[in-house]
Protein backbone atom coordinates (compact mmCIF):
# COMPACT_ATOMS: atom_id res chain seq x y z
CA UNK A 1 0.00 0.00 0.00
CA UNK A 2 3.36 2.66 0.94
CA UNK A 3 4.02 1.71 -2.52
CA UNK A 4 0.90 2.50 -4.60
CA UNK A 5 1.36 5.84 -2.52
CA UNK A 6 4.38 7.17 -3.63
CA UNK A 7 8.33 7.24 -2.12
CA UNK A 8 7.41 10.24 -0.32
CA UNK A 9 4.19 9.21 1.67
CA UNK A 10 6.17 5.73 2.19
CA UNK A 11 9.20 7.92 4.31
CA UNK A 12 6.04 9.59 6.38
CA UNK A 13 5.28 6.39 7.29
CA UNK A 14 8.09 5.33 8.78
CA UNK A 15 7.68 2.02 11.17
CA UNK A 16 10.31 2.45 13.46
CA UNK A 17 8.94 6.23 14.16
CA UNK A 18 5.54 5.36 14.13
CA UNK A 19 6.29 2.26 16.62
CA UNK A 20 8.09 4.54 18.74
CA UNK A 21 5.24 7.60 18.82
CA UNK A 22 2.98 5.00 19.30
CA UNK A 23 4.68 4.26 22.38
CA UNK A 24 5.69 7.50 23.62
CA UNK A 25 1.66 8.32 23.88
CA UNK A 26 1.20 4.45 25.38
CA UNK A 27 2.64 5.37 27.96
CA UNK A 28 1.81 8.76 28.82
CA UNK A 29 -1.71 7.46 28.68
CA UNK A 30 -0.53 4.71 31.20
CA UNK A 31 1.38 7.28 33.68
CA UNK A 32 -1.78 9.26 33.72
CA UNK A 33 -3.22 6.41 35.95
CA UNK A 34 -0.06 5.01 37.68
CA UNK A 35 -0.53 7.15 40.95
CA UNK A 36 -3.71 6.26 41.34
CA UNK A 37 -3.29 2.21 40.44
CA UNK A 38 -0.02 2.75 42.72
CA UNK A 39 2.50 1.35 40.49
CA UNK A 40 5.17 4.03 41.16
CA UNK A 41 7.35 3.05 43.81
CA UNK A 42 10.24 5.12 45.64
CA UNK A 43 13.70 3.52 46.62
CA UNK A 44 16.05 5.06 48.53
CA UNK A 45 20.03 5.11 48.23
CA UNK A 46 21.96 5.55 51.17
CA UNK A 47 23.72 8.93 51.40
CA UNK A 48 27.34 8.38 54.38
CA UNK A 49 28.76 11.16 55.85
CA UNK A 50 32.28 10.70 55.39
CA UNK A 51 33.70 12.02 58.88
CA UNK A 52 31.99 9.26 60.73
CA UNK A 53 31.52 6.57 57.83
CA UNK A 54 28.02 6.95 58.68
CA UNK A 55 24.28 7.05 57.12
CA UNK A 56 23.42 10.38 56.93
CA UNK A 57 20.25 9.95 55.13
CA UNK A 58 18.62 9.41 51.40
CA UNK A 59 17.62 9.90 48.50
CA UNK A 60 14.35 9.28 47.23
CA UNK A 61 14.34 7.74 43.50
CA UNK A 62 11.23 7.53 41.99
CA UNK A 63 10.69 3.98 39.76
CA UNK A 64 7.13 2.84 37.83
CA UNK A 65 6.35 -0.72 38.84
CA UNK A 66 4.89 -0.81 34.93
CA UNK A 67 2.15 -4.29 34.64
CA UNK A 68 3.61 -4.79 31.12
CA UNK A 69 7.03 -3.02 30.90
CA UNK A 70 8.10 -4.23 34.43
CA UNK A 71 10.04 -2.01 36.19
CA UNK A 72 11.15 1.33 34.67
CA UNK A 73 13.50 3.51 35.64
CA UNK A 74 12.80 7.47 35.81
CA UNK A 75 15.24 8.19 33.10
CA UNK A 76 12.37 6.69 30.81
CA UNK A 77 9.25 8.73 32.09
CA UNK A 78 10.59 11.37 34.10
CA UNK A 79 10.62 13.34 30.89
CA UNK A 80 6.99 12.43 29.61
CA UNK A 81 5.96 13.49 33.15
CA UNK A 82 7.67 16.79 32.31
CA UNK A 83 6.54 17.35 28.64
CA UNK A 84 2.78 16.58 29.68
CA UNK A 85 2.47 18.31 33.08
CA UNK A 86 2.31 15.29 34.93
CA UNK A 87 5.34 16.02 36.72
CA UNK A 88 4.04 18.27 39.17
CA UNK A 89 1.98 15.33 40.41
CA UNK A 90 4.39 12.96 40.54
CA UNK A 91 7.08 15.01 42.02
CA UNK A 92 4.66 15.69 44.91
CA UNK A 93 3.69 12.13 45.39
CA UNK A 94 6.99 11.32 45.95
CA UNK A 95 7.42 14.31 48.46
CA UNK A 96 4.33 13.26 50.28
CA UNK A 97 5.29 9.48 50.29
CA UNK A 98 9.42 9.90 50.71
CA UNK A 99 8.21 12.62 53.93
CA UNK A 100 6.18 9.35 55.40
CA UNK A 101 8.30 7.29 55.60
CA UNK A 102 10.90 9.22 57.01
CA UNK A 103 8.22 9.84 59.68
CA UNK A 104 8.22 5.90 59.95
CA UNK A 105 11.75 5.49 59.90
CA UNK A 106 12.47 8.52 62.61
CA UNK A 107 10.16 6.03 64.78
CA UNK A 108 12.05 2.94 64.17
CA UNK A 109 14.31 1.61 66.95
CA UNK A 110 17.48 -0.09 65.08
CA UNK A 111 17.25 3.56 62.59
CA UNK A 112 19.88 6.54 63.66
CA UNK A 113 17.49 9.73 64.60
CA UNK A 114 18.04 13.09 62.54
CA UNK A 115 18.53 11.15 59.25
CA UNK A 116 17.10 13.50 56.57
CA UNK A 117 15.50 12.70 53.22
CA UNK A 118 16.33 14.17 49.55
CA UNK A 119 13.59 14.92 47.32
CA UNK A 120 14.29 16.01 43.43
CA UNK A 121 11.64 18.37 42.57
CA UNK A 122 11.91 18.85 38.73
CA UNK A 123 12.42 23.06 37.37
CA UNK A 124 8.71 22.79 36.26
CA UNK A 125 7.32 23.18 40.04
CA UNK A 126 8.95 26.29 40.59
CA UNK A 127 6.92 27.98 37.95
CA UNK A 128 3.90 27.87 40.77
CA UNK A 129 3.64 29.79 43.81
CA UNK A 130 0.83 26.68 44.42
CA UNK A 131 4.06 25.09 45.45
CA UNK A 132 4.84 26.21 48.98
CA UNK A 133 0.78 25.31 49.95
CA UNK A 134 1.75 21.56 49.00
CA UNK A 135 4.92 21.44 50.31
CA UNK A 136 2.80 23.20 53.97
CA UNK A 137 0.30 20.54 53.36
CA UNK A 138 2.83 17.77 53.50
CA UNK A 139 4.93 18.92 56.44
CA UNK A 140 1.72 18.96 58.50
CA UNK A 141 -0.07 15.88 57.34
CA UNK A 142 3.20 13.94 57.69
CA UNK A 143 4.58 15.77 60.42
CA UNK A 144 8.68 15.34 59.67
CA UNK A 145 10.76 18.09 61.28
CA UNK A 146 11.34 20.09 57.98
CA UNK A 147 15.20 20.20 58.85
CA UNK A 148 15.48 16.93 57.85
CA UNK A 149 14.06 17.77 54.87
CA UNK A 150 16.04 18.26 51.53
CA UNK A 151 14.89 19.26 47.70
CA UNK A 152 17.06 18.89 45.08
CA UNK A 153 17.04 21.36 42.33
CA UNK A 154 18.81 21.28 39.53
CA UNK A 155 20.72 24.87 37.51
CA UNK A 156 17.25 24.78 34.96
CA UNK A 157 15.49 25.89 38.00
CA UNK A 158 17.63 28.70 38.97
CA UNK A 159 18.11 29.74 34.98
CA UNK A 160 14.41 30.80 34.82
CA UNK A 161 15.59 33.94 37.97
CA UNK A 162 11.94 34.96 37.48
CA UNK A 163 10.19 36.33 40.72
CA UNK A 164 8.11 33.33 41.49
CA UNK A 165 11.37 31.23 41.60
CA UNK A 166 13.20 33.92 44.25
CA UNK A 167 10.01 33.61 46.33
CA UNK A 168 9.21 30.04 46.62
CA UNK A 169 12.93 29.69 47.11
CA UNK A 170 12.84 32.34 50.16
CA UNK A 171 9.90 30.28 51.71
CA UNK A 172 11.60 26.96 50.89
CA UNK A 173 14.48 28.60 53.34
CA UNK A 174 12.23 30.13 55.81
CA UNK A 175 10.54 26.50 56.91
CA UNK A 176 14.16 25.81 57.24
CA UNK A 177 14.04 23.35 54.55
CA UNK A 178 17.54 22.57 52.94
CA UNK A 179 18.13 23.31 49.03
CA UNK A 180 21.01 20.99 46.94
CA UNK A 181 21.88 22.30 43.91
CA UNK A 182 21.66 18.58 41.96
CA UNK A 183 24.47 17.68 39.05
CA UNK A 184 26.24 20.54 39.83
CA UNK A 185 28.60 21.14 37.37
CA UNK A 186 26.60 20.21 34.18
CA UNK A 187 24.47 23.44 33.53
CA UNK A 188 25.25 26.60 32.80
CA UNK A 189 24.80 28.91 35.65
CA UNK A 190 27.05 31.45 37.06
CA UNK A 191 29.02 31.37 40.32
CA UNK A 192 28.12 34.70 41.42
CA UNK A 193 24.41 33.40 40.62
CA UNK A 194 24.65 29.98 42.59
CA UNK A 195 26.22 32.60 45.49
CA UNK A 196 23.27 35.22 45.51
CA UNK A 197 21.39 31.89 46.26
CA UNK A 198 20.05 30.27 49.76
CA UNK A 199 21.94 26.89 48.90
CA UNK A 200 22.98 24.50 51.67
CA UNK A 201 24.53 21.75 49.69
CA UNK A 202 26.32 21.29 46.03
CA UNK A 203 26.15 17.86 44.59
CA UNK A 204 28.95 17.17 42.41
CA UNK A 205 27.32 15.28 39.62
CA UNK A 206 28.51 11.31 39.10
CA UNK A 207 30.74 12.54 35.58
CA UNK A 208 33.04 14.81 37.67
CA UNK A 209 33.39 11.41 40.45
CA UNK A 210 33.83 9.22 37.27
CA UNK A 211 36.71 11.31 35.74
CA UNK A 212 38.94 11.79 38.45
CA UNK A 213 42.48 10.48 37.70
CA UNK A 214 44.20 9.12 40.84
CA UNK A 215 47.69 9.27 38.81
CA UNK A 216 49.38 12.21 39.75
CA UNK A 217 46.46 13.86 41.41
CA UNK A 218 44.75 14.72 38.10
CA UNK A 219 41.39 14.86 40.11
CA UNK A 220 39.91 17.70 37.40
CA UNK A 221 37.41 20.22 38.96
CA UNK A 222 36.28 17.94 42.14
CA UNK A 223 39.04 19.87 44.26
CA UNK A 224 37.61 23.65 42.54
CA UNK A 225 34.26 22.74 43.23
CA UNK A 226 34.78 21.49 46.68
CA UNK A 227 36.85 24.44 47.94
CA UNK A 228 34.24 26.92 45.85
CA UNK A 229 31.28 24.95 48.01
CA UNK A 230 33.55 25.69 51.30
CA UNK A 231 33.76 29.23 50.50
CA UNK A 232 30.68 29.85 50.23
CA UNK A 233 29.61 27.69 53.66
CA UNK A 234 28.03 25.08 51.91
CA UNK A 235 28.32 21.54 52.47
CA UNK A 236 29.30 18.95 49.41
CA UNK A 237 28.06 15.71 48.72
CA UNK A 238 29.64 13.38 46.05
CA UNK A 239 27.33 11.76 43.69
CA UNK A 240 28.08 8.18 41.89
CA UNK A 241 30.93 7.48 44.04
CA UNK A 242 31.89 3.71 42.79
CA UNK A 243 35.38 3.07 44.22
CA UNK A 244 37.51 3.26 47.36
CA UNK A 245 40.28 5.25 45.74
CA UNK A 246 37.34 7.83 45.06
CA UNK A 247 36.89 7.76 48.61
CA UNK A 248 40.13 8.23 49.78
CA UNK A 249 40.56 11.62 47.76
CA UNK A 250 36.84 12.91 48.50
CA UNK A 251 37.89 13.03 52.30
CA UNK A 252 41.12 14.01 51.94
CA UNK A 253 39.73 17.25 49.83
CA UNK A 254 36.86 17.53 52.82
CA UNK A 255 34.17 16.39 50.63
CA UNK A 256 31.28 16.16 53.44
CA UNK A 257 29.20 13.52 52.06
CA UNK A 258 29.12 10.84 49.39
CA UNK A 259 26.10 8.53 47.76
CA UNK A 260 26.94 5.99 45.40
CA UNK A 261 27.39 1.67 44.30
CA UNK A 262 30.41 1.57 46.56
CA UNK A 263 28.37 2.24 49.73
CA UNK A 264 24.92 1.04 48.47
CA UNK A 265 22.61 1.51 44.96
CA UNK A 266 18.98 2.89 46.02
CA UNK A 267 16.87 0.19 47.94
CA UNK A 268 13.05 -0.80 48.80
CA UNK A 269 12.32 0.34 52.01
CA UNK A 270 12.49 -3.00 53.92
CA UNK A 271 16.19 -3.32 52.12
CA UNK A 272 17.34 0.02 54.18
CA UNK A 273 17.05 -1.73 57.57
CA UNK A 274 19.46 -4.36 56.97
CA UNK A 275 21.42 -1.92 55.08
CA UNK A 276 21.90 0.11 58.26
CA UNK A 277 22.27 -3.16 60.24
CA UNK A 278 25.42 -4.15 58.43
CA UNK A 279 27.10 -1.03 58.30
CA UNK A 280 30.15 -0.88 60.05
CA UNK A 281 30.59 1.55 63.26
CA UNK A 282 33.36 3.22 64.31
P1 LIG B 1 19.80 12.18 40.25
O1 LIG B 1 18.88 12.98 41.11
O2 LIG B 1 21.10 12.81 39.90
O3 LIG B 1 20.00 10.80 41.02
C1 LIG B 1 21.17 10.04 41.00
C2 LIG B 1 21.09 8.90 40.00
O4 LIG B 1 22.36 8.25 39.93
C3 LIG B 1 20.08 7.81 40.39
O5 LIG B 1 19.60 7.22 39.19
C4 LIG B 1 21.00 6.81 41.11
O6 LIG B 1 20.45 5.51 41.17
C5 LIG B 1 22.21 6.88 40.26
N1 LIG B 1 23.42 6.47 40.98
C6 LIG B 1 23.69 6.69 42.29
N2 LIG B 1 24.91 6.20 42.60
C7 LIG B 1 25.42 5.67 41.46
C8 LIG B 1 26.65 4.99 41.14
O7 LIG B 1 27.53 4.79 41.96
N3 LIG B 1 26.82 4.59 39.84
C9 LIG B 1 25.85 4.80 38.90
N4 LIG B 1 26.10 4.36 37.65
N5 LIG B 1 24.68 5.43 39.16
C10 LIG B 1 24.47 5.84 40.43
P2 LIG B 1 18.02 6.99 38.96
O8 LIG B 1 17.38 6.49 40.21
O9 LIG B 1 17.91 6.17 37.72
O10 LIG B 1 17.49 8.46 38.70
C11 LIG B 1 17.87 9.18 37.56
C12 LIG B 1 17.39 10.60 37.61
O11 LIG B 1 15.96 10.66 37.56
C13 LIG B 1 17.74 11.34 38.91
O12 LIG B 1 19.07 11.77 38.86
C14 LIG B 1 16.73 12.47 38.90
O13 LIG B 1 17.18 13.51 38.06
C15 LIG B 1 15.53 11.80 38.25
N6 LIG B 1 14.54 11.43 39.29
C16 LIG B 1 14.51 10.33 40.07
N7 LIG B 1 13.43 10.37 40.91
C17 LIG B 1 12.79 11.55 40.65
C18 LIG B 1 11.62 12.19 41.19
O14 LIG B 1 10.93 11.70 42.11
N8 LIG B 1 11.27 13.41 40.64
C19 LIG B 1 12.03 13.99 39.65
N9 LIG B 1 11.61 15.19 39.17
N10 LIG B 1 13.12 13.42 39.13
C20 LIG B 1 13.51 12.23 39.63
MG1 LIG C 1 19.05 13.97 42.81
MG1 LIG D 1 22.19 14.09 41.10
MG1 LIG E 1 23.01 13.02 38.36
Known amino acids: RA?????????????????????????????????????????????????????AGFEALVRWQHP??????????????????????LDIWVLQSACQQLRIWQEHPDIPKNLTMSVNLSARLFT????????????????????????EITESVIMENTHVVRSIIEEIKQRNIKLVMDDFGTGYSSLSYIHSLPLDSLKIDKSFITRMQFYQDNLGLVPTIISIAKSMNMTVIAEGVETQEQIVKLRSLNCDFAQGYLFSQALQPEAVIDFIASMPRW
Open 3 to 55: KAQGKASYKVFDPAMYQEAIQLLEIENDLRRAIERGELIIYYQPIIALNTGQI
Open 68 to 89: VRGLMAPTEFIPIAEETGLIND
Open 128 to 151: QAHLITQIDQIINDTKVNPKNLEL
